[in-house]
Protein backbone atom coordinates (compact mmCIF):
# COMPACT_ATOMS: atom_id res chain seq x y z
CA UNK A 1 0.00 0.00 0.00
CA UNK A 2 1.12 3.35 -0.79
CA UNK A 3 1.93 6.31 2.24
CA UNK A 4 -1.51 8.34 1.29
CA UNK A 5 -3.89 4.93 1.87
CA UNK A 6 -4.46 4.36 4.93
CA UNK A 7 -6.18 0.89 6.19
CA UNK A 8 -6.96 2.68 9.33
CA UNK A 9 -8.10 6.50 9.63
CA UNK A 10 -7.84 8.56 12.65
CA UNK A 11 -10.81 10.52 12.78
CA UNK A 12 -12.22 13.22 16.12
CA UNK A 13 -16.28 13.87 15.69
CA UNK A 14 -18.49 15.41 18.08
CA UNK A 15 -20.72 13.06 19.13
CA UNK A 16 -24.57 13.36 21.12
CA UNK A 17 -22.40 16.49 21.58
CA UNK A 18 -19.28 15.04 23.11
CA UNK A 19 -15.83 15.31 21.40
CA UNK A 20 -15.08 11.74 20.72
CA UNK A 21 -11.75 10.45 18.66
CA UNK A 22 -10.95 7.16 17.09
CA UNK A 23 -9.09 5.03 14.85
CA UNK A 24 -11.24 2.81 12.38
CA UNK A 25 -10.64 0.13 9.12
CA UNK A 26 -10.88 1.75 6.13
CA UNK A 27 -14.17 -0.10 5.29
CA UNK A 28 -15.84 0.38 8.69
CA UNK A 29 -19.10 1.82 8.18
CA UNK A 30 -20.15 4.81 11.07
CA UNK A 31 -23.31 2.98 12.46
CA UNK A 32 -20.51 0.01 13.81
CA UNK A 33 -18.30 2.57 14.81
CA UNK A 34 -20.92 4.03 16.86
CA UNK A 35 -22.13 0.86 18.13
CA UNK A 36 -19.50 -1.32 18.98
CA UNK A 37 -16.35 1.16 19.03
CA UNK A 38 -18.97 3.77 21.13
CA UNK A 39 -21.15 1.59 22.44
CA UNK A 40 -24.42 3.26 21.46
CA UNK A 41 -26.33 0.89 20.65
CA UNK A 42 -29.33 2.95 20.52
CA UNK A 43 -29.38 3.57 16.39
CA UNK A 44 -29.17 0.64 15.04
CA UNK A 45 -27.94 -1.77 12.31
CA UNK A 46 -30.25 -4.12 10.23
CA UNK A 47 -29.82 -4.27 6.45
CA UNK A 48 -26.34 -2.79 5.96
CA UNK A 49 -26.82 -1.74 2.22
CA UNK A 50 -29.34 1.02 2.89
CA UNK A 51 -32.48 -0.69 2.39
CA UNK A 52 -34.33 -1.03 6.18
CA UNK A 53 -33.20 2.94 7.37
CA UNK A 54 -33.15 1.21 10.80
CA UNK A 55 -29.74 2.42 11.09
CA UNK A 56 -30.72 6.21 10.35
CA UNK A 57 -28.52 8.54 12.79
CA UNK A 58 -28.35 12.64 12.19
CA UNK A 59 -24.88 14.31 10.53
CA UNK A 60 -24.16 17.56 10.18
CA UNK A 61 -27.81 18.09 10.61
CA UNK A 62 -29.60 15.98 8.35
CA UNK A 63 -30.85 12.54 8.43
CA UNK A 64 -28.29 10.15 6.72
CA UNK A 65 -27.93 6.32 6.74
CA UNK A 66 -25.57 5.00 9.17
CA UNK A 67 -24.65 1.77 6.92
CA UNK A 68 -23.76 3.60 3.77
CA UNK A 69 -21.44 6.31 5.26
CA UNK A 70 -18.02 5.56 6.39
CA UNK A 71 -16.37 6.49 9.26
CA UNK A 72 -13.54 7.86 8.27
CA UNK A 73 -15.67 10.36 6.14
CA UNK A 74 -17.47 11.26 9.62
CA UNK A 75 -14.34 13.34 10.29
CA UNK A 76 -14.88 16.82 11.84
CA UNK A 77 -18.97 15.77 11.77
CA UNK A 78 -21.64 16.48 14.49
CA UNK A 79 -23.09 13.21 14.38
CA UNK A 80 -26.49 12.45 17.06
CA UNK A 81 -27.80 9.18 17.51
CA UNK A 82 -31.36 8.09 19.61
CA UNK A 83 -29.30 8.50 22.95
CA UNK A 84 -28.34 12.37 22.18
CA UNK A 85 -31.95 12.95 20.62
CA UNK A 86 -33.66 11.35 23.98
CA UNK A 87 -31.33 12.87 26.48
CA UNK A 88 -31.14 16.15 24.96
CA UNK A 89 -35.60 15.97 24.57
CA UNK A 90 -35.77 17.32 21.19
CA UNK A 91 -38.27 14.44 20.20
CA UNK A 92 -39.97 13.83 23.67
CA UNK A 93 -43.31 14.47 22.58
CA UNK A 94 -42.41 12.30 19.69
CA UNK A 95 -41.66 9.60 21.88
CA UNK A 96 -44.62 10.18 23.98
CA UNK A 97 -46.88 9.90 21.16
CA UNK A 98 -45.20 6.75 20.07
CA UNK A 99 -46.08 5.29 23.18
CA UNK A 100 -49.47 6.67 23.49
CA UNK A 101 -50.29 5.84 19.97
CA UNK A 102 -48.62 2.16 20.42
CA UNK A 103 -46.43 2.64 17.32
CA UNK A 104 -43.79 0.37 18.11
CA UNK A 105 -44.27 -3.58 18.93
CA UNK A 106 -40.80 -4.98 18.46
CA UNK A 107 -39.48 -1.76 17.90
CA UNK A 108 -36.39 -2.70 16.12
CA UNK A 109 -37.36 -0.02 13.78
CA UNK A 110 -37.97 2.70 16.27
CA UNK A 111 -34.94 4.58 16.55
CA UNK A 112 -34.62 5.12 12.81
CA UNK A 113 -38.33 5.80 12.27
CA UNK A 114 -37.52 9.15 15.12
CA UNK A 115 -34.77 9.99 13.46
CA UNK A 116 -36.40 10.02 9.64
CA UNK A 117 -39.33 11.65 11.12
CA UNK A 118 -37.21 14.42 13.57
CA UNK A 119 -36.06 15.66 9.98
CA UNK A 120 -39.59 16.37 8.52
CA UNK A 121 -41.11 17.77 11.67
CA UNK A 122 -38.43 19.92 12.01
CA UNK A 123 -39.19 21.65 8.35
CA UNK A 124 -42.43 22.53 10.43
CA UNK A 125 -46.11 22.67 9.07
CA UNK A 126 -48.28 20.27 9.70
CA UNK A 127 -47.77 17.08 6.99
CA UNK A 128 -50.59 15.28 5.62
CA UNK A 129 -50.38 11.97 5.77
CA UNK A 130 -49.28 11.27 1.99
CA UNK A 131 -46.56 13.15 3.12
CA UNK A 132 -45.27 11.39 6.23
CA UNK A 133 -46.02 8.42 4.54
CA UNK A 134 -43.60 9.03 1.63
CA UNK A 135 -40.95 10.51 3.97
CA UNK A 136 -40.85 7.47 6.03
CA UNK A 137 -40.99 5.17 2.65
CA UNK A 138 -37.09 4.09 3.20
CA UNK A 139 -38.18 3.22 7.03
CA UNK A 140 -39.07 -0.49 7.01
CA UNK A 141 -41.09 -1.73 10.19
CA UNK A 142 -41.53 -5.78 9.48
CA UNK A 143 -44.44 -5.58 12.35
CA UNK A 144 -46.19 -3.25 9.80
CA UNK A 145 -47.43 -0.68 12.01
CA UNK A 146 -47.11 1.89 9.92
CA UNK A 147 -50.27 3.42 10.35
CA UNK A 148 -50.26 3.83 14.31
CA UNK A 149 -46.53 5.79 13.27
CA UNK A 150 -48.34 8.30 10.75
CA UNK A 151 -50.89 8.69 13.63
CA UNK A 152 -48.20 9.43 16.26
CA UNK A 153 -46.33 11.68 13.89
CA UNK A 154 -49.67 13.78 12.57
CA UNK A 155 -50.25 13.99 16.08
CA UNK A 156 -46.95 15.53 17.13
CA UNK A 157 -47.28 18.08 14.30
CA UNK A 158 -50.52 19.33 14.63
CA UNK A 159 -49.82 19.57 18.83
CA UNK A 160 -46.12 21.99 17.65
CA UNK A 161 -48.42 23.87 14.97
CA UNK A 162 -50.79 24.57 17.79
CA UNK A 163 -47.76 25.77 19.93
CA UNK A 164 -46.43 27.70 17.38
CA UNK A 165 -49.95 29.30 16.87
CA UNK A 166 -50.40 29.82 20.43
CA UNK B 1 -22.35 -8.14 6.02
CA UNK B 2 -19.30 -6.01 6.64
CA UNK B 3 -16.73 -4.05 4.12
CA UNK B 4 -13.60 -4.94 3.30
CA UNK B 5 -11.91 -1.59 1.69
CA UNK B 6 -8.13 -1.97 0.56
CA UNK B 7 -7.54 1.75 2.15
CA UNK B 8 -8.76 5.35 2.51
CA UNK B 9 -7.69 8.73 1.14
CA UNK B 10 -9.21 11.46 1.57
CA UNK B 11 -8.66 14.10 -1.47
CA UNK B 12 -8.16 17.58 -0.89
CA UNK B 13 -8.77 18.56 -4.57
CA UNK B 14 -9.31 17.26 -7.93
CA UNK B 15 -5.37 16.95 -8.64
CA UNK B 16 -4.94 15.71 -5.34
CA UNK B 17 -7.45 12.88 -6.29
CA UNK B 18 -6.07 12.25 -9.68
CA UNK B 19 -2.30 11.94 -7.88
CA UNK B 20 -3.81 9.29 -5.28
CA UNK B 21 -5.78 7.22 -8.53
CA UNK B 22 -2.86 7.24 -10.26
CA UNK B 23 -0.88 5.73 -6.88
CA UNK B 24 -3.35 3.07 -6.55
CA UNK B 25 -2.50 0.79 -9.32
CA UNK B 26 -5.86 -0.17 -11.05
CA UNK B 27 -7.63 -0.68 -7.27
CA UNK B 28 -8.48 3.14 -7.53
CA UNK B 29 -12.42 3.76 -6.35
CA UNK B 30 -13.49 7.12 -6.08
CA UNK B 31 -15.74 7.83 -3.24
CA UNK B 32 -19.03 10.65 -3.55
CA UNK B 33 -21.77 10.07 -1.43
CA UNK B 34 -21.35 6.50 -1.33
CA UNK B 35 -24.71 5.33 -1.26
CA UNK B 36 -24.36 2.55 -4.17
CA UNK B 37 -21.03 1.81 -3.41
CA UNK B 38 -20.94 1.71 0.47
CA UNK B 39 -23.96 -0.74 -0.11
CA UNK B 40 -21.99 -2.71 -2.52
CA UNK B 41 -19.06 -2.94 -0.33
CA UNK B 42 -20.76 -4.03 2.68
CA UNK B 43 -22.24 -7.03 0.54
CA UNK B 44 -18.68 -7.70 -0.63
CA UNK B 45 -19.81 -7.30 -4.31
CA UNK B 46 -16.75 -5.05 -4.55
CA UNK B 47 -13.61 -5.69 -2.05
CA UNK B 48 -10.09 -4.75 -1.83
CA UNK B 49 -11.00 -1.32 -3.05
CA UNK B 50 -8.50 1.97 -2.33
CA UNK B 51 -11.09 4.66 -2.02
CA UNK B 52 -10.08 7.93 -2.94
CA UNK B 53 -13.16 10.04 -0.97
CA UNK B 54 -13.58 13.31 -3.35
CA UNK B 55 -16.66 14.15 -0.91
CA UNK B 56 -15.39 17.39 0.66
CA UNK B 57 -14.04 18.97 -2.94
CA UNK B 58 -15.68 21.94 -2.47
CA UNK B 59 -15.17 23.07 -5.95
CA UNK B 60 -16.87 19.84 -6.86
CA UNK B 61 -20.51 21.20 -5.38
CA UNK B 62 -22.68 23.32 -6.35
CA UNK B 63 -25.39 24.97 -9.38
CA UNK B 64 -24.19 27.85 -11.66
CA UNK B 65 -25.26 29.47 -14.97
CA UNK B 66 -21.97 29.54 -17.17
CA UNK B 67 -21.38 30.09 -20.73
CA UNK B 68 -24.74 29.62 -21.98
CA UNK B 69 -25.27 26.56 -19.78
CA UNK B 70 -26.26 25.07 -16.56
CA UNK B 71 -23.37 23.49 -14.94
CA UNK B 72 -23.93 21.01 -11.74
CA UNK B 73 -20.90 20.21 -10.10
CA UNK B 74 -20.21 16.38 -9.71
CA UNK B 75 -20.91 16.38 -5.85
CA UNK B 76 -24.15 18.00 -5.89
CA UNK B 77 -26.16 15.74 -3.44
CA UNK B 78 -29.81 15.15 -4.66
CA UNK B 79 -31.96 16.85 -2.05
CA UNK B 80 -29.79 19.91 -3.38
CA UNK B 81 -30.74 19.20 -6.80
CA UNK B 82 -34.31 18.90 -5.78
CA UNK B 83 -34.31 22.49 -4.07
CA UNK B 84 -31.79 24.63 -6.36
CA UNK B 85 -33.89 27.48 -8.02
CA UNK B 86 -31.15 27.67 -10.96
CA UNK B 87 -32.37 23.85 -11.71
CA UNK B 88 -36.17 24.75 -11.17
CA UNK B 89 -35.69 26.81 -13.86
CA UNK B 90 -33.08 25.44 -16.43
CA UNK B 91 -33.69 21.55 -15.49
CA UNK B 92 -37.22 21.05 -14.09
CA UNK B 93 -37.07 17.26 -15.14
CA UNK B 94 -34.20 16.85 -12.72
CA UNK B 95 -36.38 18.23 -9.84
CA UNK B 96 -39.07 15.88 -10.95
CA UNK B 97 -36.60 12.84 -11.05
CA UNK B 98 -35.00 13.73 -7.06
CA UNK B 99 -39.09 12.94 -6.15
CA UNK B 100 -38.26 9.12 -7.30
CA UNK B 101 -35.06 8.36 -6.20
CA UNK B 102 -34.74 6.38 -3.12
CA UNK B 103 -35.41 8.25 0.17
CA UNK B 104 -34.73 10.78 1.84
CA UNK B 105 -31.94 10.07 3.92
CA UNK B 106 -30.24 8.86 1.01
CA UNK B 107 -30.98 12.04 -0.76
CA UNK B 108 -29.19 13.86 1.50
CA UNK B 109 -25.72 12.25 0.50
CA UNK B 110 -26.42 11.02 -2.87
CA UNK B 111 -24.24 12.74 -5.83
CA UNK B 112 -25.56 13.48 -9.73
CA UNK B 113 -21.91 12.92 -10.44
CA UNK B 114 -22.04 9.78 -8.29
CA UNK B 115 -25.10 8.29 -10.04
CA UNK B 116 -23.71 9.18 -13.60
CA UNK B 117 -20.50 7.83 -12.83
CA UNK B 118 -21.82 4.52 -11.33
CA UNK B 119 -24.58 4.17 -14.88
CA UNK B 120 -27.31 1.88 -12.66
CA UNK B 121 -29.62 1.11 -15.80
CA UNK B 122 -32.52 1.60 -13.50
CA UNK B 123 -31.12 5.19 -12.17
CA UNK B 124 -32.83 7.88 -13.08
CA UNK B 125 -30.51 10.87 -13.67
CA UNK B 126 -28.58 9.00 -16.43
CA UNK B 127 -31.84 8.94 -18.34
CA UNK B 128 -32.95 12.70 -17.71
CA UNK B 129 -29.02 14.00 -18.99
CA UNK B 130 -29.05 11.79 -22.17
CA UNK B 131 -32.92 13.08 -22.70
CA UNK B 132 -31.61 17.12 -21.89
CA UNK B 133 -28.60 16.48 -24.40
CA UNK B 134 -26.42 17.00 -21.77
CA UNK B 135 -22.30 17.04 -21.51
CA UNK B 136 -20.20 15.08 -19.26
CA UNK B 137 -17.02 16.75 -18.09
CA UNK B 138 -14.49 14.49 -16.74
CA UNK B 139 -10.26 15.38 -15.52
CA UNK B 140 -7.62 12.93 -15.82
CA UNK B 141 -4.04 12.88 -15.98
CA UNK B 142 -3.84 14.09 -19.87
CA UNK B 143 -6.30 16.79 -18.62
CA UNK B 144 -9.89 17.61 -19.58
CA UNK B 145 -12.30 16.43 -21.77
CA UNK B 146 -16.08 16.37 -22.31
CA UNK B 147 -18.36 13.63 -23.35
CA UNK B 148 -21.81 14.35 -24.88
CA UNK B 149 -24.61 12.05 -22.81
CA UNK B 150 -25.16 10.18 -26.20
CA UNK B 151 -21.49 8.57 -26.20
CA UNK B 152 -21.00 8.37 -22.58
CA UNK B 153 -23.21 5.27 -21.26
CA UNK B 154 -21.94 2.09 -22.43
CA UNK B 155 -23.30 -0.71 -20.59
CA UNK B 156 -24.40 -2.06 -17.33
CA UNK B 157 -22.59 0.08 -14.49
CA UNK B 158 -19.49 0.84 -17.48
CA UNK B 159 -19.47 4.61 -19.13
CA UNK B 160 -16.77 6.26 -20.85
CA UNK B 161 -14.82 7.07 -17.86
CA UNK B 162 -11.28 5.85 -18.21
CA UNK B 163 -9.26 4.60 -15.87
CA UNK B 164 -7.64 7.37 -13.65
CA UNK B 165 -10.72 10.20 -14.75
CA UNK B 166 -12.87 11.82 -12.72
CA UNK B 167 -16.58 13.56 -13.20
CA UNK B 168 -16.38 16.77 -12.17
CA UNK B 169 -19.34 18.02 -13.95
CA UNK B 170 -22.41 18.58 -16.10
CA UNK B 171 -23.35 20.92 -18.22
CA UNK B 172 -27.38 20.87 -19.94
CA UNK B 173 -28.88 23.37 -22.31
CA UNK B 174 -30.79 26.41 -20.53
CA UNK B 175 -34.49 26.02 -20.75
CA UNK B 176 -35.76 27.59 -24.16
CA UNK B 177 -39.54 29.28 -24.22
CA UNK B 178 -42.01 26.82 -24.43
CA UNK B 179 -39.68 23.35 -23.18
CA UNK B 180 -41.41 21.40 -21.39
CA UNK B 181 -40.26 18.01 -19.22
CA UNK B 182 -42.07 15.23 -18.01
CA UNK B 183 -40.67 11.89 -15.94
CA UNK B 184 -42.95 9.63 -15.35
CA UNK B 185 -41.77 6.26 -14.00
CA UNK B 186 -43.85 2.67 -12.35
CA UNK B 187 -42.34 1.17 -9.47
CA UNK B 188 -43.84 -1.08 -7.29
CA UNK B 189 -42.87 0.90 -3.78
CA UNK B 190 -42.30 4.12 -3.32
CA UNK B 191 -38.10 4.57 -3.76
CA UNK B 192 -38.10 1.15 -5.25
CA UNK B 193 -36.02 0.96 -8.90
CA UNK B 194 -38.38 1.24 -11.46
CA UNK B 195 -39.68 -1.27 -13.46
CA UNK B 196 -39.46 1.45 -16.68
CA UNK B 197 -39.33 5.04 -16.59
CA UNK B 198 -39.45 7.66 -19.31
CA UNK B 199 -38.00 10.96 -19.68
CA UNK B 200 -39.58 13.00 -22.59
CA UNK B 201 -38.59 16.45 -23.33
CA UNK B 202 -40.34 19.20 -25.74
CA UNK B 203 -38.88 21.75 -27.73
CA UNK B 204 -38.66 23.49 -30.60
CA UNK B 205 -36.53 21.50 -32.68
CA UNK B 206 -38.72 18.57 -31.57
CA UNK B 207 -38.91 15.87 -28.90
CA UNK B 208 -36.04 13.77 -27.05
CA UNK B 209 -37.36 10.42 -25.14
CA UNK B 210 -35.16 8.40 -23.35
CA UNK B 211 -36.15 5.10 -21.73
CA UNK B 212 -34.33 3.89 -18.08
CA UNK B 213 -34.77 0.07 -16.42
CA UNK B 214 -35.53 -1.28 -19.97
CA UNK B 215 -32.20 -2.21 -21.04
CA UNK B 216 -28.54 -2.25 -20.24
CA UNK B 217 -28.06 1.49 -20.34
CA UNK B 218 -30.88 4.62 -20.78
CA UNK B 219 -31.82 4.38 -24.62
CA UNK B 220 -32.38 7.51 -26.68
CA UNK B 221 -35.56 6.30 -28.44
CA UNK B 222 -34.79 7.34 -31.75
CA UNK B 223 -37.92 5.74 -33.62
CA UNK B 224 -40.54 7.47 -31.16
CA UNK B 225 -38.84 10.73 -31.45
CA UNK B 226 -39.70 10.82 -35.24
CA UNK B 227 -42.91 9.61 -34.74
CA UNK B 228 -44.15 12.06 -32.20
CA UNK B 229 -42.29 14.97 -34.69
CA UNK B 230 -44.43 13.82 -36.94
CA UNK B 231 -47.56 14.12 -34.55
CA UNK B 232 -48.43 10.11 -34.83
CA UNK B 233 -48.87 9.62 -30.88
CA UNK B 234 -49.90 6.03 -31.30
CA UNK B 235 -47.05 5.44 -34.05
CA UNK B 236 -44.98 6.55 -31.35
CA UNK B 237 -46.07 4.15 -28.68
CA UNK B 238 -45.77 1.25 -31.34
CA UNK B 239 -41.94 2.79 -31.90
CA UNK B 240 -41.01 2.34 -28.60
CA UNK B 241 -42.38 -0.76 -28.24
CA UNK B 242 -40.39 -1.74 -30.97
CA UNK B 243 -36.98 -0.29 -30.24
CA UNK B 244 -36.68 -1.13 -26.70
CA UNK B 245 -35.07 -4.68 -25.46
CA UNK B 246 -36.42 -5.10 -21.77
CA UNK B 247 -34.92 -7.65 -19.61
CA UNK B 248 -37.16 -10.36 -17.93
CA UNK B 249 -36.58 -10.69 -13.79
CA UNK B 250 -37.92 -11.24 -10.58
CA UNK B 251 -39.93 -7.73 -10.83
CA UNK B 252 -41.00 -7.99 -14.13
CA UNK B 253 -40.96 -9.71 -17.64
CA UNK B 254 -40.15 -8.24 -20.79
CA UNK B 255 -43.18 -8.11 -22.42
CA UNK B 256 -44.34 -6.61 -19.05
CA UNK B 257 -42.17 -3.60 -18.83
CA UNK B 258 -42.47 -3.04 -22.71
CA UNK B 259 -45.87 -2.68 -22.17
CA UNK B 260 -45.55 -0.03 -19.24
CA UNK B 261 -43.28 1.72 -21.67
CA UNK B 262 -45.70 2.40 -23.93
CA UNK B 263 -48.58 2.88 -21.20
CA UNK B 264 -46.15 5.85 -19.80
CA UNK B 265 -45.44 7.29 -22.96
CA UNK B 266 -49.35 7.95 -23.57
CA UNK B 267 -49.51 9.08 -19.94
CA UNK B 268 -46.63 11.42 -20.39
CA UNK B 269 -47.57 12.87 -23.39
CA UNK B 270 -51.11 13.75 -21.79
CA UNK B 271 -49.01 15.43 -18.73
CA UNK B 272 -46.92 17.21 -21.74
CA UNK B 273 -49.79 18.66 -23.69
CA UNK B 274 -52.24 18.94 -19.93
CA UNK B 275 -55.16 17.39 -21.83
CA UNK B 276 -56.77 13.87 -19.71
CA UNK B 277 -56.60 10.66 -21.03
Not at chain 1, 91 to 109: H, K, M, P, S, T
Not at chain 2, 64 to 75: F, H, K, N, Q
Request: hydrophobic share 45%; charged share 20%; aromatic share 4%.
Amino acid sequence: MTEAFRDRIDIALTVNGEAVEGRVPAGRHLIDFLRLDLGLTGSHASCEHGVCGACTIHVDGQAVRGCLMLAAQADGAEVWTLEGLTETGVIRDLQDAFVERNALQCGYCTPGMLASIKELLDMGGVPDRATIREHLSGNYCRCTGYEAIIDAVESVAKARAGEAAA
Amino acid sequence: MKALAGGYARARDVTHALDLLAQADGMGRVLAGGQSLIAAMNMRLSTGDMLVDISRIADLRGVAVEDGCLRIGALTRHADIGTDPLVATHAPLLVQAVHHIAHAAIRNRGTIGGSLAHADPAAEFPACVLALGGTIHLQGPEGVRQVAAEDFFVDVFETAIEEGEILTAITLPLLEAGERHVLIETARRSGDYALAGLCVVKRAAGHRVTAFSVGPRPVLAMAAMERLDAGDTAGAVDALRAEIDPPSDTQASAAYRRHLAGVLLTRALHDLTGETA
